[in-house]
């Protein structure tokens, strides 16, 4: 099974309801990923060394429109009508593991190389864009209440 064979069977556990209700926050998460990405090629942050397409030098496609998009809509659908410090923890917690020890094992397959930030610049990165796209969908639901 490849990569995004995963990505399509995780994301058919998940109940349309939550599909259509927080795709829009996760796309919008990896448009700030990909900015993010295209600041740290200027920035010279780390170096993405393994392309899946040909125009993918600067941003990961598998990882931000893959395997992000579905975290997203996944920690979205356990956390978001909780409370944000649930939210939040379950962030702290995601982020840590794949700063700490993800991308660590990308750094072994030589994917990424860090050049002028470590793994924690990346976790802080990470839970503030957490906070950003929460605030957005908090948003996202106003808006579609008024319809």
Known sequence: MAYD?????????INKHSVKRFMPVAIFASLLVTIVFEMAYVFEWWIVHENIVPWGHITSFPLTYGVFIV??????????????LIYFFANVIIDALYAF??????????IYELKNMGAF????????????IYMYQKWQDKMMKQD
Request: charged share 10%; aromatic share 20%.
């Open 5 to 13: 064979d995963y990505t399509v069977v995780i994301v058919i556990f």
């Open 101 to 110: 020890i993800g991308l660590r094992f990308l750094l072994s397959l030589e």
């Open 121 to 132: 610049g990346i976790f802080i990165i990470m839970i503030m864009l957490a906070v950003i």
């Open 71 to 84: 975290g997203t809509i996944w920690i979205f659908h356990f956390t978001f009508s909780k409370s944000f």
